[in-house]
């Protein structure tokens, strides 16, 4: 399974984004699908995760309420609304497909990231 983020970019802070991950080579039905993110300096850290279903979702309790995780599984894509954004929510977005943990060693398949810079 092959992974490709799209919808980075430069905005002001309050402003909101739509992240992509569009899934090619199999398809994402039976993978839980997650949303990590790396700033400059810093470990990646895990944002958002969608069961395969799309019933169940958990998130960071840093993006809580801003940020909603969703998947369309006819059209084999993950999205990551991101609202009310941040300057700290300044990083390399990555979306990954595998078991459904908080936990990045948990994940088979990884995008190349997209970035997303917040400026104050």
């Known amino acids: 399974v092959q992974l490709v983020e799209s919808g980075g970019g430069l905005v002001q802070a309050g402003a909101s984004l739509r992240l992509s991950c569009a899934a090619s080579g199999g398809t994402i039905t039976s993978y839980a699908m997650a949303w990590f993110r790396q700033a400059p300096g810093r470990e990646r850290e895990f944002v958002a995760v969608i069961s395969g279903s799309g019933v169940s979702t958990y998130y960071a309790d840093s993006v809580k309420g801003r940020f909603t995780i969703s998947r369309n599984n006819d059209k084999n894509t993950v999205y990551l609304q991101m609202n009310s954004l941040k300057p700290e929510d300044t990083a390399v977005y990555y979306c990954?497909?595998?078991?459904?943990?908080?936990?990045?060693?948990?994940?088979?398949?990884w995008g190349q990231g997209t970035q997303v810079t917040v400026s104050s």
């Open positions: 990954a497909a595998g078991l459904g943990t908080t936990t990045e060693d948990e994940y088979d398949y």
